[in-house]
């Protein structure tokens, strides 16, 4: 069964107010997500992947760590990443769950310093990748940065929240400010109950 792309959970205009405009989102949603979803159908059409889960295609294709595998594995871990990042994000995002507040407060000492720490991993991913908040196998919260499309299910973690750092996400809106684009997605655009939920 081919991959699709998958609508965004609120309108293009609905994160403009939050700082992410209809522009960002139909050229990251409509245009970068789509292609990669293209591109995974058509590199995974009568290969040993064909049928298999996203995710089994995610983790499989990183163990085996192949030539010959990257490109299904880019493609397929790009689509994973984007489907969660429209979905880790709101128009008029709430409060911070209490349970998950708790949990950031117990692992990062404060929510801002887990603020902190996140812009700081993001910021410092060198060339393209992603900023996440995970929880590890013993149920510990850490901030993670991953290169390229790679993510938490290649090892073994729960993604709870991931911030896209390649420019195709800010630079529309923040040009080459990355550290603005952080800051202004954890104080505007984050469904911390979508967050919560992930625990």
């Known amino acids: 069964m081919a991959f699709t792309l998958p609508d965004l959970p609120y309108a293009h205009d609905a994160l403009a107010?939050?700082?992410?405009?209809?522009?960002t989102l139909e050229y990251h949603h409509d245009k970068h997500h789509k292609a990669y979803v293209d591109k995974l159908?058509?590199?995974?059409?009568?290969?040993?992947w064909d049928g298999k889960s996203l995710e089994d295609i995610v983790k499989g294709t990183y163990q085996k760590g192949a030539v010959a595998q990257n490109g299904i594995f880019n493609n397929a871990s790009q689509h994973w990443n984007h489907a969660q990042f429209w979905e880790m994000m709101a128009p008029k995002p709430g409060a911070m769950p209490s349970e998950l507040e708790r949990a950031i407060t117990e692992s990062f000492g404060s929510v801002d310093d887990f603020k902190k720490k996140f812009t700081e991993g993001g910021v410092g991913q060198f060339g393209s990748g992603w900023v996440w908040l995970v929880?590890?196998?013993?149920?510990?919260l850490e901030v993670t940065k991953t290169e390229n499309g790679v993510n938490p299910l290649c090892h073994g973690q729960t993604a709870?929240?991931?911030?896209?750092?390649?420019?195709?996400?800010?630079?529309?809106?923040?040009?080459n400010a990355r550290p603005k684009?952080?800051?202004?997605?954890?104080?505007?655009?984050?469904?911390?109950?979508?967050v919560a939920s992930r625990m």
Do not use: P
């Not at 159908?41 to 040993?48: D, Q």
């Not at 684009?181 to 979508?194: D, H, Q, R, S, T």
């Open 160 to 175: 709870l929240l991931g911030c896209d750092v390649w420019e195709h996400s800010y630079y529309i809106d923040f040009r």
């Open 17 to 23: 107010e939050g700082g992410m405009s209809r522009e």
């Open 135 to 140: 929880k590890n196998a013993d149920g510990g």
């Open 181 to 194: 684009y952080l800051e202004n997605f954890l104080n505007n655009l984050v469904n911390w109950e979508n």
């Open 41 to 48: 159908n058509e590199l995974v059409a009568g290969t040993e």
